[in-house]
């Protein structure tokens, strides 16, 4: 007797291709945090110096 399919489990031609743009998108997210990052940290520097010039009486 057949077995019949699991609905629950797609194709394995169909989990490849959604494996595929699961990392395809985590890149993405991955590069927009590592951009956040940065300008988060950037940010910080820029206001630590903002205040050290306004402290010296320099703005």
Request: proline share 8%; net charge positive; hydrophobic share 40%.
């Amino acid at each position: 007797m057949p077995r019949a399919p699991n609905p629950r489990n797609p194709p394995l031609i169909k989990q490849t291709r959604i494996v595929a743009e699961f990392e395809r998108r985590l890149s993405v997210v991955e590069e927009f945090e590592s951009m956040v990052s940065a300008n988060l940290q950037r940010a910080i520097r820029l206001r630590q110096s903002i205040l050290l010039k306004a402290f010296k009486g320099e703005l």
